[in-house]
């Protein structure tokens, strides 16, 4: 199995930046699409953002376009969340998706086949 590692959150202020990382383990990373997502307390888990295989393509939810940015390294097995002007509404704990296939929409929690435990990210004001 694929096994994912998200890490880098933590508290912060609004305004503040932050950079997530996710290690995956494995020799395959390349053949995966690589995703983002977040759940807020009480809400539905939520697109980010996401990456293709080569990193040439590039996806965001429109909350987050211009703010966060992703990214990869295939040969560090790491995809990355650099994550700008951070508001109180990214308030979630954020998890790192991988998806062998693409099956529809990228943006689909369902599109993916292994995800990693999440990094909590908290935004005061």
């Known amino acids: 199995q694929v096994q994912l590692v998200e890490s880098g959150g933590g508290l912060v202020q609004t305004g503040d930046s932050l950079r997530l990382s996710c290690v995956a383990s494995g020799r395959t990373f390349s053949n995966y699409l690589m995703g983002w997502f977040r759940q807020a307390p009480g809400k539905e888990r939520e697109f980010v953002a996401a990456?293709?295989?080569?990193?040439?393509?590039?996806y965001y939810a429109d909350s987050v376009k211009g703010r966060f940015t992703i990214s990869r390294e295939n040969a560090k097995n790491t995809v990355y969340l650099q994550m700008n002007s951070l508001e109180r509404e990214d308030t979630a704990v954020y998890y790192c998706?991988?998806?062998?296939?693409?099956?529809?929409?990228?943006?689909?929690?369902?599109?993916?086949?292994?995800w990693g435990q999440g990094t909590q990210v908290t935004v005061s004001s």
């Open positions: 990456i293709s295989r080569s990193g040439g393509n590039s």
């Open positions: 998706a991988a998806a062998l296939l693409i099956r529809g929409s990228t943006t689909n929690t369902r599109a993916y086949d292994y």
